[in-house]
């Protein structure tokens, strides 16, 4: 059992690391733009130095060594002592992506801990980077230790050297004044600000909690001991609380932003030995418990405001007894305020409020525990959710019966009582299941400003690269299946999109392209849209190709749109590319994006206009794993079918309508020209129909698909669980204009219409 839990305390330590690795990717792009900004840098430094320490616990020794001299060189642009140019930022984005690769192979065997080739050449392309420190600094002392070090190691006697053992009788001697220093400036150290003695107060709220861990982490610093993981994580969570209060406080908010960046080291122990670091943090926490009034605890300020919260005495009786200097209780009784009866009942009400506080002290300090869930889990959970609600169509089946047998009234009005209250609990069910499952786009988009940026150089482009709605939500599974189709999308923008800074010049645009990337979400959908501002797609150059590769005849060819032209590029092997180059121009085209949106039931659009640019605009179901959706149940023929109500427009009776044309196929609606299709004919060509009379069917409109299915009668309007065909139903899938299915509450399987492929088909 230990061995399995520091098995999952690895995979946790793992993803977590992935995580933050993957978050700084886009600072580093951020830093390119900023190369002085220290915030970024110190964002960067934080998951590296954290990767170092934790490394260490789980004996992965070469992400420690590894992440250790990334740290070193990140330290070194934080001081100065090196300028952040595009190389270092290409050394540092590449150190990133070897631990990354790290972990990976710590994923699959922990024991694998020793350097790959390239990882040790690229460390030494590290050192040939760092600084070169200047005579007589403190790094001079750090390699006098190592080379004696060596030294020893190799078998030589130091003492045999004339020079060594005069400069160690030296050294000994600045270290017996320097202790003397350090002694003295200890002293001079103004006390912690913090008693546990005391409340600390903001106005009426009572930060006395937050303030403790801070007279904690002064304790910790005044004996030069670091604080451990747990400590180190309350400590942030009373920061942030307390920035938070003091926020509108400018007296305080160049000791907050100094706190803020220092307080990440508070669990290295090199860096709180450090006498500047140690020093700096006392006085910068010093300075914030400052800021807070401190009044003491269970004294006579407590006491009277109690009694006078009991109208037992006034504050200006309180106020007189302050003067005298004595307890309040005592100097009360003596004056004959109060009886000894209600003093003993306000220290009653005292001691517990005292009790009640120090048992809310000690809920404060606990920290927020998760759990990690495997994903099969919650899909099975999900799975068994889609189960009750066809359990729940099963009692609204059952009820109607109940219905047509003359059963109760009153029994029928608590069956039906009882149904509305499932369905509102399996509603809030089903939403807090999807947002677990739901994960923040952020974890996808941020990997993206290294990509554009990798294939910009390469193209030799130069490119402004924006993101935008990052913390949109959708389900994770989905969000992996549509990285390949966004990186797809990205280098065919940078590649036939964006034009280079001469021809974008020669254009009358600005040399720098914009990109950019943005999502946005409703209640059932997520939408992701690529714009650039390139030079677009030409319909008359689509057509050129089409004919040189001979994917259409000339007579098919004249008979298309401008639109229709764009859209041959998702046809298989279609591909306008000039040139093959590392990015694109094989052949393989737009169709690997719809392949991919097919398996999360997405959808592409594509908007283009030559000379001004493209937008590719994706819309993806937020889960796929439990699927409910609104849908009208329909007839036709003998068959039964759901069409989902986002596709429908309206409903209409043929009876009025007029149909257009000689084979009366079509019908006018809306400014529009609808195709009408037949929903039973068009699944079964031969089927006869239960209702022959045209004029007494019904119309189901879909104008954004351009079509109207024509049904002989509409049965409900209700919720239902779409499921996909599994391996056992793969002749299903194949049926053109189907999504799926579900079941009804009588036990029947209806087939799920899909309108867009109906509407697509001949």
Known sequence: ?????????????????????????????????????????????????????????????????????????????????IAVNREIIDILLSGVEYLQSMLDRAQENPQDVAFRPDEKEFLARVEAVQPTVATGSLQSVITFEGLLNSLIDLGENIHRHSLIPGLLDQIEKANIELKKLVAAKCDQEIASAYSTECSYLLGKEDFSVQIGQFGMAIQA?????????????????????????????KKIAKELEELESMRNFLDDALMVASDEYNGICRKLLNAVIGAFEAKPRGGSARLGEILVEQKLVSEDQIAS??????????????????????????LEIQNKRALEAHLKEGKGLEQAKTIRIDQAKLDTFANSVGGL???????????????????????IARFDSTIHSLDEQLEELHTNIMRIRRVPVKSLFQRFPKVVRQLANSLEKNVKFTI???????????????????????????????????????AGKPEQGNLTLAA???????YITIADDGKGIDPAKMKEVARRKSFLSEEELALLSDRDLINLIFRPGFSSAEKISDVSGRGVGMDVVLSGLKECNGRIQLDSVSGQGTTVSFTIPLTKTLVTMDAMIVKGGSETYAIPSDDITTVLETENIIPLLAKSNCIAYDDAILRLVELNTFFYPSASSTITEVAQKVIVVCKEHGVGLMVDNILSHQKIVAKGFGEGYKKLRQVEGISGYTIMGNEDVILIADVKKIAESD
């Open 1 to 81: 059992m230990a061995e399995e839990n520091d098995l999952d305390a690895l995979r946790g330590f793992i993803d977590e690391s992935n995580d933050s690795l993957q978050g700084i990717e886009a600072d580093f792009i951020a830093l390119e733009n900023e190369p002085g900004n220290i915030d970024i840098i110190n964002k960067i430094f934080r998951p590296v130095h954290s990767l170092k320490g934790n490394s260490g616990f789980f004996g992965l020794t070469n992400i420690n060594k590894f992440s250790h001299r990334l740290e070193n060189l990140l330290d070194a642009c934080r001081k100065n002592q």
């Open 221 to 249: 610093l005044q004996e030069k001991r670091a604080l451990s993981q747990e400590q180190l994580l309350s400590f942030a969570k009373a920061y942030d609380e307390v920035a938070a209060a003091l926020s509108g406080n």
């Open 321 to 346: 007894v302050l003067e005298k200097q004595k307890k309040i209780g005592e100097l009360l009784l003596e004056q004959g305020t109060i009886q000894e009866t209600d003093l003993k009942k306000a």
């Open 389 to 411: 609600y066809i359990n729940l169509d099963s009692l609204n089946f059952l009820k109607k019966q109940l219905e047509s047998h003359n059963v109760d009234f009153n029994l």
């Open 468 to 506: 935008e709605g990052e913390e949109t939500v959708i389900d994770k599974d989905l969000l992996e299946k549509i990285e390949n189709p966004l990186v797809h999308i990205l280098r065919n923008s940078l590649d036939h999109g964006i034009e280079t800074p001469s021809t974008r010049r020669k």
């Open 520 to 526: 946005r979400a409703d209640e059932n959908n997520v």
